[in-house]
């Protein structure tokens, strides 16, 4: 990857483990301290946003440490596995963080606005709303222009990186162990001719780090967004190795012909879909996979898993504008994946994320 060299070559193996410990300790503190002044000046401006979430519990907040210590320890232990290059452990943007970071804070402003006026699906009148599903036409996050600006794309990454406190790309990662295992079904095909798409990829972090773990692969990408798709074109650009094809298409109708991927991801996107959606995204999933093929999907974990982080389940679509996230919590997906035709569902769950891995049966 172009923007960080892979630092295994200069760096003995120790030593890297203490640099990726201090980097994501360094990310955390800057989340840290970014959520405390944001959160404190949020409610000092809209003090009603202050009493829709509750506390978390000291006991809960040692049990976050201990899961993303748990999560952090799998990912550099799946690098030193050789699942992906210990290089993208470090993968950042930093032209990105120091060009945009000033941009989160003056669109708090904008944000708080639109919290006090009860706006969640303000746009900028130049936006063109043709097109797309009602319910994607949100400020999800309280996002200036939803999904549907450049300025809403370069800021994503780094509040989604703040929110999880630098694990955003830890959680994306463990994908890759599950996503390989399917794809060894194909080891009789040349790795160019493995096709694997990532779907609602936003601005390509996943697909960097597919990149990673899968050099040779044809590698696609679906999303909405043309501005998200702008800026994943312009990150995965800097990588030296092919560019995967991006598309803008809905998920729940998949431009592409029946059995042809041999694999398929798709992370954060399901719990900003209503139900039905999540069933019609799953059906395409199953129709443009190969027989034998797997799909992977990682998204936030549900009131199922994890009942001492239901306060924090809480929160979150209170906080956030997360409309459909409360009925995602409770929702079965392995059941829709079931009745998509899907079989052998594992389950896995990481810090705050939940992952599905689940095959289409041979013909
Ligand atoms: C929370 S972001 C996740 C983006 C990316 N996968 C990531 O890991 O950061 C949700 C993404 O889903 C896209 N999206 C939402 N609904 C979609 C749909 N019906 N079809 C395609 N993309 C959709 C949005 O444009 C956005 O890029």
């Known amino acids: 990857m172009q923007s960080t060299p892979n630092l295994d070559q200069f760096i003995p193996e120790p ?19 970014h959520k405390s002044v944001s ?3 949020t409610n000092t401006v809209v003090p009603e946003q202050a009493s829709k979430s509750q506390p978390l519990s000291p006991e809960v907040l040692e049990k976050l440490q201990v899961k993303l210590k748990a999560l ?33 804070w003056l669109d ?16 900028d009148a130049a936006i063109d709303k043709v097109g797309y599903p009602d319910y994607y036409l949100q400020n999800f996050h309280h996002q200036t222009d939803g999904y549907l600006s450049d300025m809403s794309a370069n800021l994503y990454d780094l509040q989604v990186e703040i929110l999880f406190s630098g694990a ?6 463990r994908i890759l162990v599950p996503l ?31 990149r990673g773990a899968l050099p040779k692969a044809s590698l696609f990408g679906t999303d909405l967004s043309p501005a998200y798709l702008r800026k994943a074109n ?3 650009s800097e990588i030296s190795s092919e560019l995967p094809q991006l598309v803008q298409a809905n998920a729940e109708k998949l431009p592409y012909l029946d059995n042809y991927f041999h694999g398929l991801s798709s992370v954060f996107l399901f719990h ?79 810090f705050v994320s939940k992952y599905w891995t689940a095959y289409k049966p041979q013909a």
């Open 180 to 210: 390989k295992q399917g794809l060894e079904a194909f080891s009789d095909i040349p790795p160019q001719k493995l096709r694997v798409l990532d779907v609602a990829c936003g601005t390509g972090r996943t697909l960097r780090m597919l």
């Open 272 to 350: 900003e879909l209503p139900g039905v959606a999540r069933q019609n995204v799953i059906n395409e999933a199953f129709r443009v996979l190969q027989p034998g093929g797997v799909l992977i999907i990682c998204d936030s974990m549900q009131a199922i898993d994890s009942p001492d982080f239901q306060v924090m389940m809480n929160n979150f679509p209170a906080i956030f504008h997360e409309p459909y996230y409360r009925d995602y919590t409770r929702d079965n997906l392995e059941e829709r994946l079931k009745t998509a035709g899907f079989t052998n569902i594992k389950l896995e769950n990481h």
């Open 72 to 104: 952090e320890e799998k990912d550099w232990q799946d690098a030193q596995q050789g699942v992906y290059p210990s290089s993208l452990l470090f993968d950042n943007s930093w032209s990105d963080f120091f060009r945009y970071y000033p941009e989160v």
């Open 15 to 33: 030593l890297t483990k203490l640099t990726y410990q201090g980097f994501q300790e360094g990310k955390k503190i800057f989340s840290f301290v």
């Open 234 to 236: 312009q990150l995965l």
């Open 39 to 41: 959160d404190r000046l």
């Open 108 to 123: 708090l402003v904008k944000i708080w606005q639109r919290i006090q006026k009860k706006e969640y699906q303000s746009f």
């Open 168 to 173: 955003a790309d830890a959680m994306r990662r």
